[in-house]
């Protein structure tokens, strides 16, 4: 069953998305079977959450938005896990 | 799954092996095989074969180990020990395009996950410009 699943999240990190945090993030997408985008503006452009480079070259800073879309079986799961890391300031993620 | 990639950092200097090796560890985690090596015995800087072919040895697994190197040498010596591995391991050894730091923790970062050595391979030479 395929499904589609958007979210938005404020990130309050410090530093932004820099080095850790986007480790962290990419490292938790990866464990999703779904296809999981991220991008600054809710209609894009996205790009590939599991992919360190791309995620890290972003540059998200403090207090944007993030937005992610996911698609695939667990794209609940993913979605719901990628956002409990951002908002809980990247402590969660391994 | 498969055992995770193994990642070897080569540089000239040995703080600079360790130093990478320790942001590999502190920022990705230590479920990535590790080896480096960096100097000469007498506390110089330079890279050599043998010291390699024990970080390969050290950062050993059965989907291959992808080598991050600093400069001229550390990529000579590298290619160098490759050849001398046993021609099964041979074919699993990979020296990335990449800058060291930089391709040391992305390469980990993707090797992480459970990737195969050319995504790993491929993840670390992102970085580097066209």
Redesign the interface.
């Known amino acids: 069953m395929t499904k589609r699943v958007r979210a938005s999240v404020l990130l309050r990190h410090a530093v932004g998305l820099h ?2 945090p986007s ?1 962290k993030l ?2 938790l997408a ?2 999703f079977e779904s296809r999981i985008d991220l991008g600054l503006s809710a209609d894009g452009p996205w790009v590939d959450a ?5 995620v890290m070259a972003t540059k998200a800073p403090k207090d944007c938005v993030i937005y992610f879309r996911a698609e695939g079986a667990d794209a609940d799961a993913a979605v719901q896990a990628l956002v409990t890391l951002v908002e809980g300031d990247f402590q969660d993620g ?1 | 799954m498969s055992a995770n990639v193994g990642i070897v950092i080569v540089s000239h200097s040995a703080d600079v092996a360790r130093g990478t090796a320790s942001m590999v560890e502190q920022m990705v985690g230590r479920e990535v095989p590790l080896g480096w090596c960096g100097g000469d015995p007498d506390g110089g800087l330079g890279t050599n074969v043998e010291a390699i072919l024990k970080a390969i040895e050290a950062a050993w697994s059965e989907s291959g180990v992808a080598i991050l190197v600093d400069l001229g040498g550390a990529e000579t010596n590298s290619e160098m020990a490759i050849e001398m591995l046993p021609a099964a391991r041979r074919e699993r050894v990979v020296v990335c395009n990449a800058p060291i730091v930089e391709g040391a923790v992305m390469a980990a970062t993707e090797a992480a996950s459970g990737a195969t050595l050319d995504a790993v391979r491929r993840t670390a030479e992102e970085l580097t410009p066209r």
């Open positions: 080095a850790r480790i990419t490292k990866k464990g599991k992919s360190i480079v791309k391994r």
